[in-house]
């Protein structure tokens, strides 16, 4: 699908109306206009936002400076800590037996079970001649 119009664009990037005249500091009736022949640098700023969607308000007071996130409080955090965090909270849910960790396991074991329980079978053969299968019940 080409998108040619400026509606289009809009459409495609999620950007409602009222929020592209905000974005572009236009009324309804100039994006209108504009609508068959949309001006390069409205073209240049829906495929940022469609690129960098702006952030959603649960992280509202977080920001990036430098190479590190800063919280609302002022802590800072580099990769090394955010990466930190998730093998420290990896470590604590295997030692402490996550209970997700370990329903998961419990299921998958008992599917295993059910599945070779079902399907086991024995089959005899000589001399490359196959004798009936047995099916045996565990």
Request: charged share 25%; hydrophobic share 35%.
């Amino acid at each position: 699908m080409i998108y040619t119009t400026l509606k289009d664009h809009l459409f495609r990037a999620g950007i409602t109306e009222a929020e592209a005249c905000e974005l572009f500091g236009r009324t309804p009736r100039t994006l209108k206009n504009w609508n068959d022949e949309p001006p390069e640098w409205t073209l240049r700023i829906i495929r940022l936002m469609r690129k960098h969607p702006p952030f959603p308000d649960c992280w509202d007071g977080w920001y990036f400076d430098r190479h590190f996130l800063v919280d609302p409080a002022g802590n800072s955090y580099s990769i090394t800590d955010i990466n930190h965090l998730f093998f420290q909270r990896q470590f604590f849910d295997t030692i402490n037996g996550s209970t997700n960790n370990i329903l998961n396991l419990k299921s998958e074991l008992e599917r295993k079970i059910k599945h070779l329980e079902s399907t086991l079978t024995i089959q005899l053969s000589h001399n490359g001649q196959t004798a009936e299968e047995w099916k045996i019940a565990l």
